[in-house]
């Protein structure tokens, strides 16, 4: 009896390019969800997306897009105190933190009622540049929290969303050589820069994909 072997990147690449042509259609409906956001200038929709990216840390993205739906229903988006905001994502890993985390939040981005959002992105030349900022300005983001908030505004489809999933999958396919088990900056950017010329080789764009890793793993195309 022959034993069959672990299947090698090339086949997996393949595999890549076939579930791609099948789920285009599907890919290319939820970059422009998320292009919407910016085109419109929908800070209300910007509001959520900062939120859910600030509670996505080691969490399932559907558990912390749940727990955006609840503090909009609770109307906690703008106002409530920690308690209100803690109980509404109590689902959500490091639960006290990330509360903490939103309430500052809405400290930074909301001004007389109003959502700041906009203004603080609009100048940027480039969705690196915006990154960069965001890093330093939203507590609870790192590299890969801001790169994906960018993506679900419709900023940053040239960005890449490195998490477990996503660097998962570059391992089986061959462009990284192991994930890591930690992330600088430094790394965060060699990695972000070996898998956009992988997107480019198998003309798949960057934001197409991590919805296509993401797909592979979780069966649906989400966030």
Not at 83 to 105: C, H, M, N, Q, T
Not at 121 to 148: I, P, Q, T
Not at 159 to 170: A, E, F, G, T, V
Request: some cysteine; charged content about 30%; aromatic content about 12%.
């Amino acid at each position: 009896m022959t034993v069959a072997g672990p299947i090698g990147p090339d086949v997996l690449i393949g595999e890549l390019g076939t579930q791609y042509i099948s789920l285009k259609d599907q890919i290319n409906g939820r970059i422009a969800d998320f292009r919407s956001i910016w085109q419109k200038k929908d800070s209300y929709g910007m509001l959520r997306e900062l939120l859910f990216c600030i509670l996505t840390p080691q969490s399932k993205a559907i558990t912390c897009w749940e727990a955006v739906e609840n503090l909009t229903r609770k109307d906690l988006l703008f106002n409530g105190t920690y308690d209100e905001v803690l109980e509404a994502v109590g689902a959500v890993r490091f639960k006290y933190r990330k509360a903490s985390y939103i309430l500052e939040a809405r400290k930074k981005f909301i001004k007389d009622g109003r959502i700041i959002l906009v203004d603080g992105l609009d100048g940027f030349e480039n969705s690196f540049l915006a990154r960069d900022w965001l890093v330093n300005e939203v507590k609870g983001y790192g590299f890969k929290e801001a790169s994906h908030f960018l993506r679900n505004i419709g900023l940053g489809e040239d960005l890449s969303i490195l998490d477990r999933h996503i660097l998962k999958n570059l391992f089986m396919v061959g462009v990284i050589d192991k994930v890591p088990s930690s992330m600088t900056e430094r790394k965060y950017k060699e990695i972000e820069g070996k898998m956009m010329r992988f997107a480019n080789a198998i003309d798949i764009p960057m934001s197409h994909l991590d919805l296509l890793f993401w797909y592979r793993e979780a069966g649906s195309i989400f966030k």
